[in-house]
């Protein structure tokens, strides 16, 4: 019997405080070039140019930025003072044909030089080349807790034999999976309603999970999404589209922060007016 | 002629100490939410929590508890005067629809990190990818040597060609690549009957066998077969659902110490009384 | 917010200025040799002879010659005061009929110690081998980072599954790949219109976008394309055939000269004159 | 000229010593449960009991034992001083049903850690994965040359497009592949005549070659067959099932030291009495 | 400008000085046992013997023997004195069926160990395995390098979607591989006439060309084409079956030595009497 053992939240390593606020993530992914390609810039050309979104990260609801190695290298030198760095390792295009696959295309130890805090691993369940993937974060992982670095999976059940990508129970064993393979976080598609999302959260035990933002939706059904998400145990949100896909993506991170760190509602947040100003 | 050769058992190494007691071992398994996912949790949903597990393997009955990185990760360094652990070292979701295949995702010198006392290890001989794994399970068993960490082999016969997994020659040749390969303990499903059981064990010769537990079943049919296993050589059980799934895990598991460690029959054990209290 | 961030321009590592001047790039390519075989150098039997191309890449309009490892070992000592060498890591012969792929042939390390000033690398975004090339690329990338040197990217979609490998969509990815994965430059096609080709310099954000030459054209419709796609923010060309094809090479390198350093338009140039001489 | 070169035998490195004796070799192998599984210890059941092979080992015919991992760490320390260990580097079970593949279950340096004075490989010459095995066996040969330790090669062409595993042809041509890869000594089956026996001894030049014992055949044309081999330049044998599978495998080893170190007719072995006595 | 730079020829690492002689080179290759198997010593029985193939390469006309690492440990050490060692590192049996492949028998550095002078590799451009092979070669090509010395490639497109392995436009591209990728000699079949070998010999640039001997013809024929590939370029020759199939092996030398080195025509060479004696 361990008598000081209070709650599981103590137990687990907190590799991710860097990338956290009071327990809270907000990342703001970047990664959409490499895996959808220019098309995902066409409702907003501006974010094309990556130096729009590191100043969108430099808003206070952003936790952490997620690029790949490129993007890291050009800009987050300049950067560094003003958000956390979220290494997202393995990617690749939608060019790619075959059953779902991600190139390991950074090394950890290259991306704690740059200065990374944490990083971010997508693994295909249920893809043929889940074994293979499996192992390359396994690798990946183990450095990560060797460069004191906190642990994102992008957990993305898909390929031959998955009937639905979201399906409650789908999400919730991907959630799951983060947990058994060593993530601190686990980055999951909303599953479709509150209590699948209170499923998935619980199935994560002491680790973290975010929403994955998704296709850009209205403001009103993004927001109240993630509304339900965090009050069904979600420790946020990775979005991109969501944001750099709108006219102002400032006033949706105002709204964002107001849902996840200070919990209002979709609705107040869309009022605004009492989400914190971008300093 | 070696005159001062007494018996096998003295010939082997003592890796596995740490895992027995009076050479006996109970190995509480908990890497479902990896292989089958939160389904099977849903006998007995707080059991999807870690906690509850570790808890449970204070139980005095349990000679060491059988988790994933990320599991020992997160509740080993609470729990490491309380038990022995055995690093779950491969493991696949059941999302995965190929040739059976597992993924190696723990490095043994960070589960020996960890304070890990033994490996497990998942081969699935007859499988496509049976010389891979085999390949793998080699050198993480040098490894454990070289880390004084003992070997337990999940020895479960799969994949193309199978007709059966169970069958009395399957399991016997299972526990035989155990002895073969280098393993401590083989792990096997129970073969059916009394005589299969001993064959099995013969066929181990110095390597210990234990029984795994598989798919729940009632009290009666499941401490029998432990008891038949036991009396016919088994070294002990490994087992997960049929402890967790219970209402109540800790009187199972009183009833198994008595089985396997006090020699009491199933009968015997199901009428409690006799099986020392969890203290 | 990050006051002193100007251009982006300013942002990427300045890993290219080896191979660059006044941020303008006229790549001499020769390793048509292995991509095609002999074939390649019937319109101008003589530039069959390595010697004449390095000869060549003594005129002023070439910031880098691009060979591959026995090019470069067996001419580049003699040259090595008179160019930079941009070291073309992977290629393969034409006689491969597999899906797009291309052998490793020269490791960084090697490279550098010949004295490469950046390595060329090529990816096939779209074959069934984009992965394993861009986990190549990943590690070329970092070592050429560890040693100082540049990184071009040949980004050629192909493969199963692409229908065109040059329409505007196709390029603009193309480009972006080259940012996304750590690329200095990032060499494409010529996309068709100018508008194209602006829009993939764009995608391009801080990296460098280099024309490939391609196959031979007349002198105009050549010259036109190069003028096209440096107005349009291209930094220049990397030509083998439209420049070693002709029978007068050191001309076109003067036109080229003009269109890309003098920005002359392509009449301009093909006037001549103006442009300087080959000291 | 070389004029002292004598004879070929003297130029082949004498890394073979240790598993000979007069430049003859009994390799007793002990793979089978590996292999084959406990089927091959039915007809004669205390031969599971890998003690009861051990101290037949010690029989003075015997120059090496041949056993898997497993084996050597559970028995060989008491074994040690009583006969050499011949390390069986690859093996897979017979529930493999691809085209014949061995997965290399140990680790040369952990052999020798262990005392072996040399290694067994399995080359299945003419399957489709005979390239990947070859380059198995370059890796092991080479590391046990550096551990001053002998090389036999179980030399066994089949899978796709062998007609025939031990035609004449065929035999010689897996003799020669033990010589020309770097083989101390070939192991391989009898190729059915005293003639082509002779010609695959000649085909492997200075390597020595053992006939493979194969299944259990009656005692006159077992030892008939070792009797021509070792008359036709086989330095000995390599025997497993007809020895264990035998009701006195003390009695055939008896006879098969009379044949093949003693040069006795197999009728003269047979009839016993010459044989020196096992002390 | 490089004013100083006066041939090709002085370009080239001098890497294969110590297995050629006035530039010329006649290498003596004996890996038929591996490649073909014993089915090539039937001509001539006595050559399965090695001792016989190395006595052969003391023959003054021989610039380095071409064999494997078994023939090279058994036999080298013996005559390293009297000849050059060409390590052969790849090779195959015929029995494999699969595409064109050849395992990687042997490292560098263990061949540079055991003294060799230079390495020979085999590529098979066109094959489903070129790109590996090319992998394993530049591998290979550096270790030579690190070690000083030369390298020679087996330069033999062959595989899916090859019409023709010997037509000239094929055996042009391939001096060229040898010379894009870093070989200094280049070791291509005769592609038919005295035209073609001229082109092919140009495409190497300055790497040079040697012909390979393939299936035995008769003497006139043999030396004719010899005399026609030297004649218009090539280095020399390598030869293996055209030598040791024939009852008299140190004729054919005597002649070759007057054809290659004295530049003698074949009928010439034939009348015999003034090539130098064998010492």
């Known amino acids: 019997m361990v008598s000081d053992a209070t709650s599981s939240d103590e137990m687990l390593p907190q590799a991710d405080d860097a990338i956290t606020r009071d327990g809270k993530t907000l990342i703001l992914a970047y990664d959409h070039g490499l895996e959808h390609g220019p098309v995902d810039f066409e409702p907003n050309p501006e974010t094309a140019d990556p130096e729009q979104i590191f100043e969108l990260a430099t808003h206070d609801a952003v936790t952490s930025v997620a690029v790949g190695k490129g993007m890291a290298e050009a800009y987050y030198p300049s950067y560094e003072d003003d958000m956390a760095l979220l290494a997202k390792l393995n990617g690749t295009s939608n060019m790619w044909v075959g059953e779902p696959d991600s190139a390991v295309n950074w090394s950890v130890d290259y991306a704690a030089d740059l200065g990374a805090d944490a990083i971010g691993f997508t693994l295909y369940g249920g893809s043929n080349h889940e074994v293979e993937m499996a192992e390359e974060f396994a690798e990946a992982q183990e450095k990560a807790r060797a460069n004191d670095m906190g642990v994102v999976m992008w957990s993305y059940p898909r390929g031959q034999g998955m009937k639905s990508t979201t399906d409650p129970d789908t999400i919730a064993y991907a959630t799951r999976l983060g947990l058994e393979l060593g993530a601190d976080i686990a980055k999951v598609k909303y599953p479709g309603s509150p209590e699948a999302m209170q499923h998935a959260v619980e199935m994560a035990g002491p680790a ?66 009492t989400a914190p100003a971008d300093d």
């Not at 994955?212 to 998400?229: M, P, R, Y």
């Not at 991109?240 to 209002?264: C, K, S, Y």
């Open 208 to 273: 973290k999970v975010v929403m994955s933002g998704g296709s850009k939706t209205d403001d009103e059904a993004f927001l109240s999404t993630v509304e339900a998400a965090v009050a069904n145990g979600a420790s946020g949100l990775a979005v991109g589209r969501n944001v750099f896909q709108r006219e102002n993506p400032e006033e949706i991170l105002d709204a964002l922060e107001a849902v996840i760190f200070d919990e209002q509602s979709a609705e107040e947040a869309l009022e605004g007016g």
